[in-house]
Every structure is written in C-alpha cells, then in structure tokens.
C-alpha cells in the first residue's frame, strides 16, 4: 500500500484473530502511545490484506519509535499521561449521545485489555520487563478510565481492610475466595475489585457498584441485586440461580458459562453483555438477552 493511501479511509485492527475498528489514523497512534497495541500488531483498510503497524511510518508516532531507552521509555510513559487526560477532556466536552458511543468504546477496551492481561499471565510466565510495565501502564490507564466513568463515592474512601457492610468502599482490593455469605452490602462500592469464588450466596446487594468486578466462579445464589452496578463485570461461571437482577445494569459483563437458572431479569440491562452461550446480546436488551439472527 502507497504512503499516500494512509490517509484515505479508516483502520481495522487484529488482535488474537479479532478484528477491531474501523478506527482513523490519529486513534492508531494513540493507541500504540497507550500500549493498547503494538508495532507487530496487524493493520488493514480492506480487512483483506494485513500487516504490522511498524510497516506504516505515518501512523507510528516518533515517542513510540525512539522507545527503548531509559530516555525513550521515559518519554513514552509521559506521552501516556498526556493522552489519558487529553481522553478525559474531550470526552467532558462531547454532547451526551457522542460520550456514551465513546464510553462504548472505552468499556470494549478494557474488556478487551482484561482479557489479554489474563492471557498474557497464563502464557508467559516469564514475561519480559517491557510487557510487565506495559501491562501495569495499560491497567493504571483504564483504573483511571474506570473511576471517571464510575466515579465513587467520595465521602466514602477506600479501605480494603475495613469490615464487610454496607456501604464498604472496596474499590481494587482483592477479595478472591472470602465468605460473604448473608451479609448486608447494600450500597457497598466493589468497583474493579478482585472476587473470583467469593461466596455471596443470599447477600443483600441492592445498589452496590461492582462495575469491573472479577466475580468469575463466585457464588451469588439467592443474592438481592436489585439495581446494582455491574457494568462490565467479568462472571464467567458464576452461580446466580435465583438471584434478584431487577433493574440491574449488566451492560457488557461476561456471563459465559454462568448459572441463572431462576434469576429475576425484570428490567436488567444486557445491552452488549457476553451471553452464557458466548454471543453477544444486542444492544437495547433489556429483561432478556436478545440474540443476533442466524
């Protein structure tokens, strides 16, 4: 492909044989300053013909080329920055339709970025420095993302050590395993918190935020949530026979594999959540997971 044709159309991106965009050629370079792709990662204009990112000049930003050195690097973490509250802004700036469309966007990432972090650990034990600090960067970044989107309650700071209650801030503690059986956490805050096999069975909570919450193998059976949060939650194979979903927002959690023999849905938000079957429910699923034609 010619130089010149860089500039014409939009780009699509592979990522573990998943195509993403189209995206413009200035959300390329950003995306390679915020680490959400690399130089090997696969470009096209046609979806047809695919090539690393590093074959384009144009579309690589000078921070990321000259990254290597202590200098470098250095650089490329403050150009990191930058782009992170220049996203901040222009997202405060935009009229309410075109935020939620860039949220979408936002949200599908970090899913996405969640998903390769997994990966990342479970096939390379021995990751090298550059990836653990890209990693590491990269979560920072949607951490970020995550308490601007859902911001907590700021009369409540975070305490992981804090007793179960509700009302707990618990953002980001890790809480993988714990009994919380028949506990009152209504209202609690469990934003990005870490609660694989947590046991949850029959809790009331009703109003709790665990937007981005890692509740994959937990028990929740019988549990009250009622309007609660759960916005891009990770809940494969979790336990919800019987749960009480009404009204909740599950807006691009992953329910692959879990159990919701009984759960109420009345009114719960599925729009874009990963289905148990592993499809995605359409956008504007309400009360049901509604299924994309065959």
């Known amino acids: 492909m010619a130089q010149s044709d860089i500039h014409k159309g939009r780009w699509y991106i592979k990522k573990q044989d998943k195509v993403l965009g189209p995206f413009p050629n200035q959300l390329i370079g950003r995306y390679l300053i915020l680490g959400r792709i690399d130089l090997q ?5 046609d ?6 990112v590093e074959q384009f000049p144009a579309l690589v930003p000078d921070v990321v080329r000259n990254a290597g050195t202590p200098a470098g690097d250095k650089a490329l973490m403050l150009a990191r920055v930058r782009e992170d509250e220049r996203s901040a802004r222009q997202s405060a700036d935009t009229e309410p339709e075109e935020r939620r469309d860039n949220e979408d966007q936002i949200i599908k990432l970090h899913r ?14 021995s990751a090298s420095p550059r990836l653990i600090i890209g990693i590491v960067s990269g979560f920072v970044v949607l951490m970020l993302l995550a308490l601007w ?15 179960a209650a509700a009302g707990v801030n618990w953002s980001f503690c890790h809480k993988q395993g714990q009994n919380l ?5 209504s209202g609690a805050i469990f934003n990005s918190s870490k609660l694989q096999g947590a046991d949850l069975s029959r809790s009331q909570l009703s109003g709790a935020d665990l937007s981005y919450a890692d509740l994959s193998l937990a028990l929740l059976v019988q549990s009250d949530l009622q309007s609660a949060k759960l916005l891009g939650a990770n809940l494969q194979q979790a336990n919800l026979q019987g749960a009480r979903l009404v009204n909740a927002d599950l807006s691009y959690a992953n329910l692959l594999g879990a159990r919701l023999d009984g759960a109420d849905l009345q009114g719960a938000n599925l729009s ?12 504007g699923s309400i009360g049901a997971c509604l299924l994309p034609a065959n």
């Open 41 to 45: 990662t696969e470009v096209s204009q």
């Open 112 to 125: 996405q970025l969640r998903d390769d972090v997994l990966k990342s650990y479970r096939h390379k034990p």
């Open 149 to 163: 989107l859902n911001p907590a309650d700021k009369t409540t700071e975070v305490d992981c050590n804090q007793p």
């Open 272 to 283: 874009n959540a990963i289905w148990v079957n592993g499809q995605t429910c359409l956008k």
């Open 181 to 185: 059986a028949a506990m009152n956490l």
């Open 47 to 52: 979806q047809l013909n695919w090539t690393p």
